[in-house]
């Protein structure tokens, strides 16, 4: 029974900035890969960062040097920090989390952040 609940989403300018946080919640065992994906109408889900147990980080090319993936292991929460926001950043962002022991994944409910040019 694992919950992740994502917020923070909103609509912005161009070259705005929103910080979006994901609070895990119930059976998490440990440390665990966490990462963030997003989802324009009409497309794939894709990869937007990821962060380790270890706190490396990856980052999609498209936001590179924009974005910054971190985590706060006691609140069992991961967060994005997103700068010099584009239209092209435009979608539903879900937080993921691949629980070690099993190989299993949950996702969150997803927030829409949506930026105007």
């Known amino acids: 029974q694992v919950q992740l609940v994502e917020s923070g989403g909103g609509l912005v300018q161009a070259g705005g900035s929103l910080r979006l946080s994901c609070a895990a919640s119930g059976k998490v065992y440990g440390i665990n890969p966490m990462g963030w994906f997003r989802q324009a109408p009409g497309k794939q889900r894709e990869l937007v960062a990821t962060i380790t147990t270890s706190g490396l980080t990856n980052y999609a090319g498209s936001v590179k040097a924009r974005f910054t993936i971190s985590r706060d292991n006691a609140r069992n929460t991961v967060y994005l920090q997103m700068n010099s926001l584009k239209p092209e950043d435009t979608g539903v962002y879900y937080c993921?989390?691949?629980?070690?022991?099993?190989?299993?994944?949950?996702w969150g409910q997803g927030t829409q952040v949506t930026v105007s040019a």
């Open positions: 993921n989390i691949h629980h070690l022991y099993d190989g299993s994944d949950n």
